[in-house]
Nanobody
Framework: QVQLVESGGGLVQPGGSLRLSCAAS????????MRWYRQAPGKERELVAH????????NYADSVKGRFTISRDNAKNTVYLQMNNLKPEDTAVYYC?????????RGQGTQVTVSS
């Protein structure tokens, strides 16, 4: 049974930091690229960050470059999203995705709210 379980969301003030985690199980984690998406109320889902299966390639949305860092620990079947200098416009539900060819799995999401 495939599971992706996100954690680490919460309420943070502008300029603050959060670290999201996504624990994977039920599939061969090391063969899947991993992505973080986010969706704010009334907006389309946005691809935030992507990391290749081996971790050697990373890509970011322009809106988060220089502030967010995606990483993975293949020994722990976990992918992370370090978010620094958070802004109110980063408020959204953040989802973890596992992708390999036509196969794609998604977690339930974790809420991130940036507000003073």
């Amino acid at each position: 049974q495939v599971q992706l379980v996100e954690s680490g969301g919460g309420l943070v003030q502008p300029g603050g930091s959060l670290r999201l985690s996504c624990a994977a199980s039920g599939f061969t984690f090391t063969t899947y690229a991993m992505r973080w998406y986010r969706q704010a109320p009334g907006k389309e889902r946005e691809l935030v960050a992507h990391i290749s299966s081996g971790g050697g390639s990373r890509n970011y949305a322009d809106s988060v470059k220089g502030r967010f860092t995606i990483s993975r620990d293949n020994a722990k079947n976990t992918v992370y999203l370090q978010m620094n200098n958070l802004k109110p416009e980063d408020t959204a539900v953040y989802y973890c995705h596992a992708v390999r060819g036509l196969f794609e799995f998604r977690g339930q999401g974790t809420q991130v709210t940036v507000s003073s």
